[in-house]
């Protein structure tokens, strides 16, 4: 069992020095602080996530990485960086390098050629290893293995690292000295919704009329532990509906989509900004509160909000799961450093 420590306690002391980029609301900085690290630098572009990370951290990050002077980044061990996913993502329009966003991924490179860090460390959505039939993957990692590195890669899921959401994300470890081994990171058996949910709250709830739950013999759990059970009674997908898949028209939009508490639950998106997560727990059926989605996430109590509800929901989607991170960076301190 991995010791949780407070997330404060290694801001100024560590046994190994990280760099926090793309850091948004500070997940992937939690967890390697939780491993014994000492954030030297941070950078976040977003002006709602800065003002969540400085009141977490008492540090306000950097913003555009594009207009910093990295000769100033204090010399560190390992970069981290949950670079932005919406190029690669399956829910965005995956253009890749064509993308911006994705141009974002050579400054990463062009700070590593500057500082050479012991470890790079770097997530993103699990489509990334089938953008352009996996040209841009293997482009990562030749990019890091002509600096030096040898590179290591697996797609994980934060299921298996304690939590009830099903999300998968793609975790690629560079070091200098030798290969990562994904095989000795520390996993833990996964929850299920009804382990993490308040007691009482402030939520909406659904009226009987506004939904449907089907009969049981329809609930069939996934691999993932999903249990799909009803669906919001919205107006009804034609177009391009089969024979006897008519209550899955009405949830082609995970939004209208109903899972009951006995399972786990699906990946929060960051495209989501209403909250619509709906659960059924054998009695009535309604949104997830927000402190559940954090609880999803792995974020501890004392973690403090300050955005409004919409950008907290985007926040979180496009955030870290804690405990598979933290996993992981005990595992890079352990194999690595």
């Not at 990050?61 to 932005?84: E, Q, S, W």
């Not at 304690?162 to 690629?172: D, K, P, W």
């Not at 200098?176 to 520390?186: G, L, M, P, R």
């Not at 508490?261 to 929060?268: A, K, Q, V």
């Amino acid at each position: 069992m991995q010791q949780k420590l407070d997330f404060k306690q290694n801001k100024k002391t560590g046994s190994f020095r990280f760099i926090d980029l793309f850091a948004g609301i500070g997940g992937i900085r939690m967890a390697f602080e939780r491993a014994g690290g000492c954030c030297v630098y941070s950078s976040e572009i977003d002006e709602g996530c800065r003002k969540t990370y400085e009141i977490n951290f008492d540090e306000l990050p950097d913003g555009d990485i594009t207009k910093v002077d990295y000769n100033t980044i204090p010399d560190f061990d390992v970069l981290c960086a949950g670079f932005p996913c919406q190029p690669f993502s399956i829910s965005g329009k995956m253009r890749g390098f064509e993308d911006t966003r994705g141009t974002l991924l050579f400054n990463i490179l062009e700070i590593i050629e500057l500082k050479k860090p012991r470890v790079v460390f770097l997530e993103n959505v699990k489509h990334l290893k089938h953008h352009d039939k996996g040209n841009t993957l293997k482009l990562i990692i030749k990019s890091l293995e002509d600096k030096g590195y040898k590179v290591s890669w697996r797609v994980l899921n934060a299921l298996n690292f304690g939590l009830a959401q099903n999300r998968e994300r793609i975790i690629i470890i560079a070091s200098k000295e030798t290969n990562f081994d994904f095989d000795k990171v520390e996993t833990q058996k996964r929850k299920l919704i009804k382990d993490i949910l308040d007691n009482g709250g402030d939520y909406e709830v659904l009226s009987e009329k506004e939904y449907t739950i089907l009969p049981k013999n329809l609930w069939k759990e996934q691999e993932s532990g999903l249990i799909f059970c009803g669906y919001r009674n919205r107006t009804v997908r034609k177009a391009g509906v089969r024979p006897n898949t008519e209550h899955l028209s009405r949830v082609h939009k995970q939004p209208n989509r109903i899972y009951h508490i006995g399972g786990t639950h699906p990946t929060l998106p960051s495209q989501e900004s209403a909250g619509r997560f709906w659960i059924y727990d054998d009695k009535i059926v309604r949104k997830l509160t927000m402190n559940e989605c954090f609880k999803l996430m792995g974020f501890p109590d004392s973690f403090k909000r300050v955005s409004k509800n919409g950008q907290l929901y985007m926040q979180l989607g496009n955030s870290v799961c804690l405990p598979m991170i933290e996993s992981l960076a005990t595992a890079i301190k352990k194999q690595l450093l």
